[in-house]
């Protein structure tokens, strides 16, 4: 926040999230490890070569890697300490049968879009009260979770994706994003309707609407208000203040320096995730402008869009991490000038449908370690319902660009 008043403060910040990414090297999980090290490897690698071919070093660039995205993933996350079910809802008998499959979708889907991966596990426990989480269940609960990918502005998806392609508009993106989730949802009623019919579901609360509706309406007014402040910025400096009023009008202030001190503390798989990503995005954008790449096609319209789509959903499910996939795709397309939206839909996309079949990605490694149920297996009850969600988006991909 105080690089707003302050821009020369970016390279201290970049500097301490760095310090803090070394400092955790021991600590991080080996996958995270690995997939650090060959981003950063491979990101250096073209970066050297760019510089003997003569091309600027981007050092103010590869200090401040991301470091608006990891600023935004931590305020976001002390949404968390306002979000949580309050204690007559835990109480609240649980719905049944499909008004209880359309409470657990809809509470699921935007009280996931506020607090990510935390509301998946709440809801879970929740659910585990009354019933087993099986493969089936893990599976609904884990898509309705990865949609949001595809419009909340909350995600590290959005985030990422606006740290990769800078020019598109939040607002246009989310306008096509939300109608697909919701599209998406339709297609989970659907689909689990009768399995579901004899089993109680998650109670709809209102914290877990009016949350996400009264964030998201607070960004778009700031953003209209403050064209010129980027919308990461928006979302951290909002989600902030918005906690702390919360937390202060309910006396619980003492709860932000614990979540300091616990959280944020072990986001080192993250950042560290993250800020090797910005310096592979960044090598790899720099041996382009000298070197560039031999693409299949010479024009990205709704076409492309889906081929690329399909590609990586086919990574995902082979286990490639989609924060790797979108750093190699994006400074491959961007050099075709593509419409930015299009391709922002596209990332989105690749996130929320791949992190659900891609079998050792954390939504379904977190499913894993807390119900045993194998995250392969997860992947592959998830592989069809994806299919068709991914024929669903090439056909919005099609409709957004005749009308664009």
């Known amino acids: 926040m105080l690089t707003l008043v302050f ?69 976001v996350s002390f949404l968390s300490l306002i979000a949580t079910p309050a204690n007559q809802s835990k109480k ?76 598109m508009n939040m607002l246009a993106v989310m306008s096509v994003g939300a109608p697909m989730g919701l599209i998406s949802l339709a297609m989970l009623y659907w689909l689990h309707k009768i399995p579901e019919s004899t089993l109680t579901g998650y109670p709809l609360m209102g914290r877990s609407l009016v949350l996400p509706a009264l964030l998201a309406l607070t960004v778009i007014v700031a953003h209209q208000l403050w064209p010129t402040i980027a919308i990461t910025q928006i979302i951290a400096i909002t989600a902030s203040l918005l906690v702390i009023v919360v937390l202060i009008y309910e006396g619980r202030a003492s709860q932000l320096r614990l979540h300091i001190s616990n959280r944020l503390a072990n986001m080192h798989n993250e950042v560290t ?27 990205y319209g709704p076409l492309e869009a889906c081929l690329t789509l ?24 961007l050099t075709l000038e593509p419409d930015p939206n299009l391709l922002a839909m596209t990332f989105l996309s690749a996130w929320g449908l791949g992190s659900s079949i891609n079998p050792v990605s954390g939504t379904l490694l977190v499913m894993q370690g807390n119900y045993h149920i194998k995250g392969s297996h997860i992947a592959r009850a998830n592989t069809k319902p994806i299919a068709v969600l991914y024929a669903i988006n090439c056909v919005v991909f099609f409709i957004y660009s005749t009308f664009n």
């Open 92 to 167: 609240r008998l649980p719905p049944a049968g499909n008004k209880g499959l359309i409470s657990t979708l809809a509470s699921g889907h935007f009280f996931s879009a506020i607090i990510n991966v935390s509301a998946l596990l709440i809801i879970a426990e929740k659910l585990s009260d009354s019933r087993k989480i099986d493969t089936r269940t893990a599976s609904l609960l884990t898509i309705n979770f990865a949609l949001c990918a595809l419009w909340s502005p909350f995600f590290a998806a959005m985030a990422y994706t606006l740290s990769l392609v800078p020019d």
């Open 310 to 333: 399909g590609c990586c959903l086919v990574a995902a499910r082979l286990g490639v991490h989609v924060i790797m996939i979108m750093a190699v795709i994006a400074p491959l397309i």
């Open 7 to 75: 821009p020369a403060l970016y390279p201290i910040a970049g500097m301490l999230l760095w310090s803090f990414a070394i400092s955790s090297l021991r600590l991080l999980a080996r996958r995270s490890l690995v997939q650090s090290m060959v981003l950063i490897i491979v990101g250096l690698a073209g970066l050297g070569y760019s510089l003997l071919e003569g091309a600027p070093a981007p050092l103010y660039q590869l200090i401040n890697s991301n470091t608006q995205l990891l600023a935004m993933l931590a305020t």
């Open 273 to 299: 995730l993250f800020l090797a990503a910005g310096v592979f995005a960044i090598g790899l954008g720099a041996l382009f402008k000298i070197t560039p790449p031999w693409l299949p096609f010479a024009h």
